[in-house]
């Protein structure tokens, strides 16, 4: 029993460290710090378990593949998630409150100097100030083109300390312990000439190059034997964290399946009693990397919809839609069969929707970055479905909620759109 325990807090400690549990998050409602704590939870439950039954099923000679060969009691698996879940966020709890009280009166706060009091530094210290109970204090600005003592609008003003000249008198007055760069890259000589002279004291610095309007995915730096690389568009998911996601894709839909195989059973035969022609609808679809797979569904639209017509969206109130297809629809029913998709690894459960080859084609010609959403694979799904965006929303907004997910993807994230999705689609009639 020791070691068991000592192998769950291993595996939590390695998942929380990956998730960046231990550093400081600007963005996580408590609701999403909760969830979070409950996506590791569980995730630390599903490693340990395939660990420990394939090393019991390897010592006993028995092929450890689709049967639990090593015994634990379920009880004891659902005590632990809530138990473990519950405390870890108490826990948490607690020390926010701590030195939250602590920032409050000014004890442990970490001064910010921003330099470039442009749009960049005016948007990093509007975060700053939004963040006051994490410890943050901008104490102000340097800047060649504004006047020393000016009070630049942001959460109540923040002053214009002086020139960029003045950094080392700052530096020496002040008890700075951060240095954010915000100016653009046609001041690179500027900004040598600001790390030579902060690279004097024991100061954190922070580059933040004005090259926004190039990133539309995360930034990550990279090594190429000694040089750094800019990767403008990398998505969150990557490495040990898309083996989990796709862990997490594999569990979940091998046990929908299961679990759902009479109800689908029963939307097969509602189908064929109500309308002549197949009970599953193929079509092709792009996904990750730009790559097209075919796409499952129960068909909910009469045989040969697009003869006359040709590929088209389909609309909220279309007269090809059956009236069995109608109810399917309503309740998201006819996506069910995509749960396959999910199992073979051509989909995730959440994730961008899939569109048909003909329309990506189009709407990569006309909004910019398009293909980015092909990062990622795509889903069942996703944050814009959750919101009520459906195919007869305009592209370009579906678009900003999908690069939403892919800038912010987290477990925590995912399991908030599985339970939005349930509510909307089966539980909260209104939302539908």
Same mark, same amino acid.
């Given at each position: ?160 300390? !002086? ?75 990557? !490495? ?36 002549? !022609? ?155």
């Amino acid at each position: 029993m020791v070691f068991l325990a000592n192998f769950f807090l291993i595996i939590h400690l390695v998942i929380y460290f990956l998730q960046g549990f231990y550093r400081r998050r600007l963005k996580k409602t408590g609701i999403e710090e909760f969830l979070m704590i409950g996506a590791n939870t569980f995730l630390t439950i599903v490693i340990v378990l395939a660990i420990l039954n394939y090393l019991y099923a390897y010592s006993q000679g028995q092929a450890p593949l689709f049967r639990m060969t090593f015994k634990i009691s379920h009880g004891f698996l659902a005590v632990y998630f809530i138990v473990v879940t519950l405390l870890v966020a108490f826990l948490r709890n607690q020390v926010y409150f701590y030195f939250r009280r602590r920032f409050a009166r000014g004890l442990d706060l970490q001064n910010v100097l921003i330099i470039g009091a442009g749009e960049m530094g005016q948007k990093i210290a509007q975060k700053f100030m939004r963040y006051q109970d994490l410890g943050f204090r901008v104490i102000g600005f340097l800047d060649n083109e504004r006047q020393k003592g000016e009070k630049i609008e942001v959460n109540g003003g923040v002053e214009v300390l !002086g020139s960029l000249n003045e950094l080392e008198e700052i530096l020496e007055k002040e008890n700075i312990s951060d240095v954010y760069i915000t100016l653009g890259l046609d001041n690179y000589p500027q900004i040598l000439e600001i790390f030579s002279a902060v690279h004097q004291y024991v100061v954190n610095v922070r580059l933040i190059p004005d090259l926004f309007q190039l990133l539309t995915l995360k930034a990550r730096i990279d090594d190429l034997d000694g040089y750094p690389v800019i990767s403008l568009d990398e998505p969150p998911m990557r !490495g040990v964290m898309l083996v989990l996601k796709r862990v997490f894709d594999v569990v979940i839909a091998a046990g929908l399946l299961l679990l759902l195989s009479p109800l689908m059973g029963v939307i097969a035969l509602g189908i064929k009693l109500t309308s002549r !022609g197949p009970v599953f609808y193929h079509q092709e679809r792009m996904g990750l990397d730009g790559k097209c797979f075919i796409m499952h569904k129960f068909r909910t639209m009469v045989v040969g919809a697009e003869e006359s017509t040709g590929p088209v969206m389909c609309q909220p109130n279309d007269p090809r839609i059956t009236k069995f297809g109608r109810f399917l629809r309503k309740y998201s029913l006819d996506e069910l069969p995509q749960l396959w998709n999910v199992l073979v690894g051509e989909m995730s459960l959440v994730g961008p929707r899939p569109e048909r080859p003909v329309f990506v084609k189009n709407f990569s010609k006309k909004i910019p970055k398009y293909m980015l959403r092909h990062k990622v694979k795509s889903g069942i799904t996703g944050w814009a479905q959750v919101h009520g965006l459906r195919q007869d929303t305009p592209i370009d907004k579906r678009m900003e909620y999908d690069f939403y997910y892919i800038q912010n993807w987290s477990f925590a994230l995912d399991l908030k759109i599985l339970w939005m999705t349930l509510k909307r689609g089966f539980i909260d009639k209104s939302l539908t």
